[in-house]
């Protein structure tokens, strides 16, 4: 008779990860991003802004890395995102940039941020789930506004003092 070890197998946590960027009022321009982490009854809002000019594939980009970056332990993800180049750089041409050399080389836009989200997906099981923007997705709406906000943040910060 096999005698059981009392230990049970830890379940691997399953996250929905809902990520956006924006630039304000052009782009390139200030720029934010946002991510929302939901696992179960649980959620995590986080978002940031840059100051000097970006663009919005570079606000999108930092949205899925810093998501990505404050899970602690190797999940299971699902993220939303209604960036098509986000979606499709990770689902579609991320295996040719890698066997091409060009991601290593840095040959492409963008490159060190596609080197650090690749260097966080790794971390974990990642489903990439492209979702329209403005189409009424509660939390895709929320993350947008989120985002939206941290530009504007970013944009009256270059301004405060500008009194012309």
């Given at each position: 008779?096999?005698?059981q070890s009392?230990?049970?197998?830890q379940?691997v946590?399953?996250?929905?990860l809902?990520?956006d960027?924006?630039?304000?009022p052009?782009?390139?321009g ?15 809002e986080?978002?940031?802004?840059v100051v ?6 570079r606000?999108?980009?930092?949205a899925?890395?810093?998501g990505?970056?404050?899970?602690k ?9 209604d ?19 060009r ?5 492409l ?10 260097s966080e997906a ?7 789930v ?9 939390l895709?709406?929320?993350v947008d506004?989120?985002?939206h906000?941290?530009?504007?943040r ?11």
């Amino acid at each position: 008779m096999r005698r059981q070890s009392g230990r049970r197998k830890q379940q691997v946590p399953e996250v929905c990860l809902y990520t956006d960027g924006s630039c304000i009022p052009t782009n390139p321009g200030p720029g934010g991003w946002a991510a929302i982490l939901v696992s179960g009854d649980s959620s995590k809002e986080l978002f940031g802004s840059v100051v000097g000019m970006t663009t919005n594939q570079r606000m999108e980009l930092t949205a899925a890395i810093e998501g990505l970056s404050a899970l602690k332990r190797s999940c299971e993800v699902t993220v939303y995102t209604d960036s098509q180049y986000v979606q499709k750089g990770m689902t579609e041409w991320m295996d040719g940039w890698k066997s091409s050399g060009r991601l290593e080389a840095g040959d492409l836009s963008n490159a060190d941020l596609w080197k650090r989200l690749v260097s966080e997906a790794e971390k974990h099981s990642v489903r990439w789930v492209w979702v329209k923007g403005h189409a009424g997705n509660e939390l895709n709406t929320k993350v947008d506004a989120l985002a939206h906000d941290a530009a504007r943040r970013a944009r009256d910060t270059q301004t405060v003092g500008n009194t012309h």
